[in-house]
């Protein structure tokens, strides 16, 4: 992981396409603003967290839906 230290206004690029800004700092609490292409999902944590697990609910509906399709046409 790199650290590093940044002022309200300093930016931090990564690669060519996705620059992080500090925005705003109050006590603990940092404001972010990303600049990204719209072909980049950008999630807070928790928010990537749930659509994974949403994603992995729904390929395990999807296989049991198909599970019970089988059994039906199987004499």
Known sequence: MLV???KVG???????DIELKIVDIDGE???????????????R??????IQT???QAAR????????F???NTP
């Open 10 to 16: 300093e930016s931090i690029r990564i690669g060519e």
């Open 61 to 68: 509906l999807k296989e049991n839906v198909m599970n019970i």
């Open 29 to 43: 609490q940092i404001k972010l603003g990303i600049n990204a292409p719209k072909h980049i999902e950008v999630h």
């Open 4 to 6: 590093l230290t940044r």
């Open 70 to 72: 089988k059994n039906m």
């Open 54 to 56: 949403e994603n992995e």
């Open 45 to 50: 944590q928790e928010v990537y967290e749930a």
